[in-house]
């Protein structure tokens, strides 16, 4: 259920979303009855919203091919065929349990609608997509996702499908993976170009969306990757100097036409990116409403290494590091004149546990539990983040085109609640009933501060849950009841315990078994 943060460092009844996404059990799964045990298991663990990715390239026909379909006019949503099945049965499947979503707007795109000549075959499909055709898709999408739009089939009753109101504007532009170029040469200097043709698609959204009826919705841009090449320092700069992804600040800056000091750019520098050469003001909110209107900035906050709660040098922005990104979203509207404090919502987030990665991105099941309660706590605690995503229910098998023993092999994601088969680890538990303790030593007589979280709990009326105390010997007992208002479902409180021991929170939803928190040492003390 979505959280009404309470007694927890924000501000009364804001409130935050727990998102997830898992693209191949919930859009490429072939079988719809597998879907909907997923969502079953995904509402019990107190999931508000799903992030899905709508490819493009996924949805328009003859995606393979340099030339569009004769006569197919991209705005209408009945010109694309049966690429809209998987998004259908989705939206469908998740409004049937109650679940929200929101709809990633993103490449790759189709061929036809992509530049020519890209340097490699692995960025064909995202490789300068023309602005004009995504708003085409766009207009198809907004206007199929409306709430209005029937399907109509012989010998079946008609059905309309749910209304989309939560968009996200494409996939990490600031990787080459999902952009491209990232660069390119002006005048004989390296010049970003991810953000220049970011800029155009969020321009193209949002324009798309309002026409098809959707102007009250939720507009997020960003979707900003963590990391990206610091030329000379660390960072992936193991790609080519075109195809070198580009940081989180440098990106913001250059996508809302500032210089490094925040300041709007001008003549060479402004026309280079696409900007008003006069450094005008006016002429970039008239022309990039998108930007300046959008309801929240996506980020995926990751630090695949170390805990959340590791700072990492700038210019990245990891969870520890928000206040980063939180003070130059300040600074870009600030430029234009617009006081603005835009929430943030982390739209994927997770870490990868070994077994199976044996790679060092692979952390212990017991570190990924604890990392990703931390994480959550971190995350209700900043009044500007009003939602987290975790990536994966479960792990991605890793690459077959690799063999054991070599690295590349595990550079896909096992980031799971669940290893393949479906065996559960100890983060499945601990993703629904988080709990954190942020100082785990104490002196003796003073309260050791309690944080949990009931993620699954029904909304209305108040709840209460148990901190349960272990010492050396014997079972857990009771050591205090906390409990949270109406809408309410985070307990925090200072609580004294007999001793060193382990700490754990108990709660038993109405009709069902007891869930438990996992257990956290505490030392009181010398």
Not at 109 to 135: D, E
Not at 152 to 177: D, M
Not at 375 to 388: I, K, M, N, S
Not at 515 to 524: C, N
Request: charged fraction near 15%.
């Amino acid at each position: 259920m979505i959280v009404a943060l309470a007694g927890s460092g924000g501000p009364t009844g804001r409130a935050f979303e727990s998102m997830f996404q898992d693209d191949a059990l919930l859009i490429y799964n072939p079988s719809a009855a597998s879907i909907d045990s997923t969502l079953t298991t995904l509402e019990r663990l107190g999931v508000d919203r799903l992030r899905l990715t709508v490819k493009w390239s996924d949805i328009a026909p003859g995606a393979a091919s340099r030339t569009p379909p004769g006569g197919f006019d991209a705005t209408d949503p009945a010109a694309y065929g049966g690429g809209w099945a998987r998004y259908d049965r989705i939206v469908l499947l998740a409004a049937r349990h109650g679940l929200a979503v929101d709809f990633d707007l993103t490449g790759p795109g189709p061929l036809w609608a992509a530049a020519p000549h890209p340097p490699n075959a692995h960025v064909a499909a995202v490789y300068g997509l023309s602005p004009v055709a995504f708003r085409e898709f766009v207009t198809a999408v907004g206007r199929r996702y409306s709430g209005h739009f029937t399907l109509r089939a012989p010998g079946r009753a008609p059905v309309t499908l749910p209304r989309v109101s939560f968009w996200t504007v494409w996939n990490e532009p600031n990787q080459p993976g999902w952009l491209a170029p990232q660069w390119h040469q002006v005048a004989g200097a390296r010049v970003p170009a991810a953000p220049v043709l970011y800029r155009a698609y969020v321009d193209a959204a949002y324009v798309a969306l309002r026409a098809t009826g959707h102007g009250a919705d939720r507009f997020l841009v960003g979707e900003l990757a963590p990391e990206g090449c610091v030329p000379g320092g660390a960072g992936q700069c193991f790609y080519t100097s075109v195809d070198q992804p580009i940081t989180p600040l440098p990106f913001l800056q250059a996508l809302y036409c500032l210089s490094p000091g925040y300041r709007p750019l001008r003549a060479a520098g402004a026309t280079a990116l696409g900007c008003p050469a006069g450094g005008g003001r006016d002429r970039f909110l008239r022309a990039h409403p998108g930007l300046l209107r959008a309801s929240a900035f996506a980020h995926h906050p990751y630090s695949f290494f170390v805990a959340p709660s590791a700072s990492l040098p700038s210019p990245f922005v990891p969870l520890a590091d928000l206040g980063r990104l939180e003070r130059a979203l300040d600074r870009t509207f600030a430029a234009y004149g617009v006081s603005r404090r835009l929430p943030l919502y982390l739209t994927e987030y997770g870490y990868e546990t070994n077994p199976p990665d044996p790679t060092p991105r692979g952390m212990t099941l017991g570190e990924q539990a604890a990392y990703l309660n931390q994480a959550t706590y971190l995350a209700t605690r900043d009044p500007r983040v009003e939602g987290l995503s975790q990536f994966l229910l479960v792990d991605s098998p890793p690459d077959p085109a690799y063999p054991p023993g070599d690295v590349r092999r595990w550079s896909t994601f096992q980031t799971g609640l669940e290893f393949l088969g479906g065996a559960r680890k100890p983060s499945f538990s601990a993703y629904r009933l988080p709990i954190f303790i942020a100082h785990p030593v104490v002196p003796a007589g003073s309260d050791v501060g309690v944080w949990a979280m009931l993620r699954a709990a029904p909304d209305g009326g108040s709840q209460s849950a148990t901190v349960q105390w272990r010492g050396r010997r014997g079972g857990f007992r009771a050591v205090a009841e906390l409990s949270a208002g109406a809408r309410g479902r985070i307990l925090s409180a200072g609580v004294r315990l007999p001793g060193s021991g382990q700490v754990r929170v108990k709660w038993v939803p109405r009709g069902a078994a007891a869930q438990f928190s996992r257990a956290v040492a505490v030392r009181v003390g010398r």
